[in-house]
């Protein structure tokens, strides 16, 4: 049986044979064409041990007589588990460029679901192992993965790979959020260790959290030259992090960032505090605010009221009129 392949991202169109090969005679070539993050599949482990290996995998012939694989590295990995000697595999009637069979790849895969740290093991592997340019990759291959061909997503896929094991297996049982955590990797392999266990593993960040956080804690390293393990020294999050630790369960990640923020900007801090203090004690019957800038560099304050009915306006004037001399003192 012969079928062919065509898709937009191919310049050839390659045809495959069905055959049913020992596995001695497939060599998955070091997975060099493996771009998942895990082999490890439990549920399609056990399908194959159930009801066997029911779609073939592809491979291409290679100068020695052994088929090298380009796609079912995963049910290779289970059959090997479960000691399955045979295996149907279509095999490429004819030779490609390299940059064509890592298309022909893509392909067979597309209808697989290729998470955010598959795409990262991707783009390392085409630029680490394969030997393609950056350039390459983003124009050429970032599209058959799915991604914005940008020079900004290649670095932030690029940089995944750098990121501690414990960090990346984190990401991978859905504890820490892929988004935001590229910029954890300018660390080095020690600080995101030490990172691991007492901020990541401890808190529960969002996205914006993330990138936050990085940030602060580099800002905080430059200032002082002081080692992320002596900025978490600081009382306060040493309380947050037993606190955590103690309770066995993720908690938000907004006190520990408020921390670092107290410690990134004192005096803003300070001004901050001050402020909340003084509108605690000033009590509004009607929707209004007053607020301050995130930066609290800014001078005065915003005022804000929210009208629901005509005659609401002349209610809050009043209550304005009436606090006057109170909202003056924190003005001043």
């Keep these: 049986m012969e079928i062919m392949v065509k898709n937009k991202f191919m310049t050839q169109i390659p045809s495959f044979e069905f055959q049913i090969l020992n596995v001695k005679e497939i060599d998955p070539l070091e997975a ?41 590295f995963k049910r290779f990995y289970a059959a090997l588990k479960l000691e399955i000697r045979e ?13 064509e069979l890592v298309k022909i790849v893509f392909e067979q895969n597309r209808n697989g679901v290729y998470s955010s740290l598959d795409q990262a093991v991707a783009v390392t592997k085409l630029i680490s192992i394969l030997g393609f340019s950056r350039e390459e990759v983003r124009k050429e291959f970032l599209p058959c993965l799915g991604l914005n061909p940008s020079q900004k997503v290649l670095e932030e896929y690029e940089k995944i790979s750098k990121l501690d094991q414990e960090i990346l297996e984190g990401i991978a049982r859905g504890e820490v959020s892929f988004r935001g955590i590229s910029e954890w990797a300018d660390f080095s392999g020690e600080e995101q260790g030490f990172l691991w266990e007492n901020a990541l593993a401890l808190f529960h960040f969002t996205s914006s959290e993330l990138s936050e956080c990085a940030s602060l804690l580099e800002d905080l390293i430059a200032m002082n030259n002081r080692s992320v393990q002596k ?89 304005l009129s009436e606090k006057r001399s109170e909202i003056e003192e924190i003005i001043e």
């Design 231 to 319: 900025i978490l020294e600081c009382p306060e999050i040493q309380s947050l992090i037993k606190q955590a630790k103690d309770s066995h369960q993720r908690q938000k990640a907004q006190p520990l960032i408020d921390c670092l923020k107290q410690m990134r900007y004192p005096k803003s801090h300070e001004i901050r505090k001050l402020f909340r203090e003084k509108i605690a004690k000033l009590k509004f019957k009607n929707p209004i605010q007053l607020c301050k800038s995130d930066s609290m560099e800014e001078e005065g304050v915003e005022l804000k009221i929210r009208l629901v009915k005509r005659d609401s306006i002349g209610k809050a004037l009043q209550e």
């Design 32 to 72: 060099r064409y493996c771009f998942r993050y895990s082999l490890e599949d439990a549920l399609l482990i056990q399908s194959i041990k159930t009801y066997g290996v029911l779609s073939p995998l592809f491979g291409f012939s290679q100068p020695d007589g052994r088929l090298g694989l380009i796609s079912g």
């Design 87 to 99: 295996l149907p595999i279509m095999v490429l009637r004819s030779t490609f460029p390299e940059k």
